[in-house]
């Protein structure tokens, strides 16, 4: 029998075409003797050209232009408008809760008035502040706070609240505080013979004075504008009740303003004794107590209204 022959075998066909494609790539460039493999760069994908270029675009495109704000305008601060005078007449309502009865008095900053409560009947008496005269309540806010602070000491008006209300459309605001019937010093002073007192009378007067102010002095305040027009006289049996009215409020306390306390007591004291006029006939121990209104010899002798109260005290006639 014939022989079979064998099937060649394959030769592996992929291999040969591995190291075909690679010496395509490889080009051997010979330079004095050497031999230089250059190589191909590999080429930039396109995807990272389309992103540049979309990004370039982006940067081109015009942004649409924004919207300008509109700045706001500033509304001008009015000032308060300037009201000299009130003159409310009997039978004025105001905060739905009041009605004038009178006018007490006025000053430089308020009108004082004599009201009552509507629902109860109440007798109060109301300090209505000049717009202009109380820039955002300031003065207010401080005699409420003062007030509030020394409401242990009986020479003073006891304060109760604050209200508020329009008048011709300017916001008026006014302290209501009890109402104390009285008279003021200096009209009390009008009505005597020869618009003085006599000097015992003077020195029980200087005395009340004195024991009220000592009390405000222990709490570390002052009082500041004391004079005959800011204290309320009436009668008590041998003495007299008083009560003190209108604090000073621009200075912050100190000891010296305690000491102008004291002085504007002393001077007060000679107003009564009818002044320079009748100073030549008070008797002796009276004129030490003045001290000829010199503000030194005042100083060193009575230092604060305790000094003085404990000096009437023991006084010897």
């Known amino acids: 029998m014939a022989r079979l022959k064998k099937k060649p075998r394959k030769k592996n066909v992929r291999k040969k075409k591995r190291r075909k494609k690679k010496r395509k790539k490889v080009r051997v ?129 006891q304060y109760h609240t604050m209200e508020s209300f329009y008048h011709y459309g300017s916001l008026v605001t006014a302290l209501i505080s009890e109402y104390v019937e009285g008279e003021l010093l200096a009209s009390f002073l009008k009505r005597q013979k020869g618009q003085r007192m006599h000097y015992f009378q003077a020195l029980h007067l200087l005395h009340a004075l004195a024991r009220g102010m000592e009390q405000i002095h222990q709490a570390r305040e002052y009082h500041g504008d004391l004079h005959s027009e800011n204290v309320i006289i009436r009668r008590q049996g041998l003495g007299f009740d008083l009560k003190i009215l209108d604090f000073f409020h621009w200075a912050a306390p100190r000891p010296e303003n305690i000491r102008d306390d004291v002085v504007a007591m002393i001077r007060v004291f000679h107003e009564t004794l009818g002044g320079k006029r009748a100073y030549s006939k008070v008797p002796p121990q009276v004129k030490e107590i003045i001290c000829g209104l010199k503000i030194g010899l005042i100083w060193k002798k009575f230092p604060t209204a305790g000094h003085l109260r404990r000096y009437l005290e023991t006084m010897v006639w």
């Open 29 to 157: 460039r010979r330079v004095r003797g050497r031999a230089r493999v250059k190589r191909k760069k590999p080429k930039k994908k396109k995807r990272l050209k389309k992103k540049r270029v979309k990004k370039k675009k982006k940067l081109k495109r015009r942004k649409p232009a924004r919207k300008k704000k509109k700045k706001k305008k500033k509304k001008k601060k009015t000032k308060p408008r300037k009201i000299e005078a009130f003159n409310f007449p009997p039978g004025r309502r105001f905060s739905r809760k009041y009605e004038v009865i009178s006018q007490l008095g006025a000053g430089w900053e308020a009108e004082v008035y004599l009201i009552r409560e509507i629902e109860t009947g109440i007798l109060r008496a109301a300090k209505i502040f000049f717009p202009h005269r109380n820039p955002r309540n300031k003065v207010l806010k401080f005699y409420a706070k003062k007030l509030h602070k020394l409401r242990e000491c009986p020479v003073l008006i």
